[in-house]
T-cell receptor, first 116, second 114 residues
């Protein structure tokens, strides 16, 4: 039981390059999330999904796209990377709403992205 | 919308001493409150949560938190810390209805001094 797995763990991009971050969960969770973590700013929600084939914008969606073609996978794409997107990206999943009683968020170990 | 304030960005504490990490929230509706912990080079994991009932909530690793509605606070405490408690701690809040998502605070880095 791997939980939430993120690939890659590290990546360096040049400005303007594109990349996709992959998140996979094996807990049959309906909800999946992408957060970015920046010093002094905590975690901010980029996009989320409430089920296969659905996506929605979070707090800071600009410059990112997502897809949830399969229930277990949630992809985060950067079409044209910018230095402001240098951050640590975390994927998380939950059984139901993140506030509900038996539905804590399960996090991956993060992807450290540097854009030069 | 709701917000969370963690006033202390860093808290150094001697081993076996008590610690309190402060969290205040703002919301116009009833909320659920959470503390998550992030150990070095790992993702976050749930430490404890307040949904309803007793205002004193006990979590893993000997931590507890008290919900104070009048002061809009949810401070985290541990009577005696260990080296293994070195981590970053995040307070989070969510409205208790609808499709509201968690809002995280900026985090408090707890450093245990041997």
């Amino acid at each position: 039981n791997a939980g939430v797995t993120q690939t890659p763990k590290f990546r360096v991009l040049k400005t303007g390059q594109s990349m996709t971050l992959l998140c996979a969960q094996d807990m049959n969770h309906e909800y999946m999330y992408w957060y970015r973590q920046d010093p002094g700013m905590g975690l901010r929600l980029i996009h989320y999904s409430v089920g296969e084939g659905t996506t929605a914008k979070g707090e800071v969606p600009d410059g990112y796209n997502v897809s949830r073609l399969k229930k277990q996978n949630f992809l985060l794409g950067l079409e044209s990377a910018a230095p402001s997107q240098t951050s640590v990206y975390f994927c998380a999943s939950s059984y139901g709403e993140s506030w509900s009683y038996n539905s804590p968020l399960h996090f991956g170990n993060g992807t450290r992205l540097t854009v030069t | 919308a709701q917000s969370v304030t963690q006033l202390d960005s860093q808290v150094p504490v001697f081993e076996e001493a008590p610690v309190e990490l402060r969290c205040n929230y703002s919301s116009s509706v009833s909320v659920y409150l959470f503390w998550y912990v992030q150990y070095p080079n790992q993702g976050l994991q749930l430490l404890l949560k307040y949904l309803s009932g007793s205002t004193l909530v006990k979590g893993i690793n000997g931590f507890e938190a008290e919900f104070n509605k009048s002061q809009t606070s949810f401070h985290l405490r541990k009577p005696s810390v260990h080296i293994s408690d070195t981590a970053e701690y995040f307070c989070a809040v969510s409205a208790n209805f609808g499709n509201e998502k968690l809002t995280f605070g900026t985090g408090t880095r707890l450093t245990i001094i041997p």
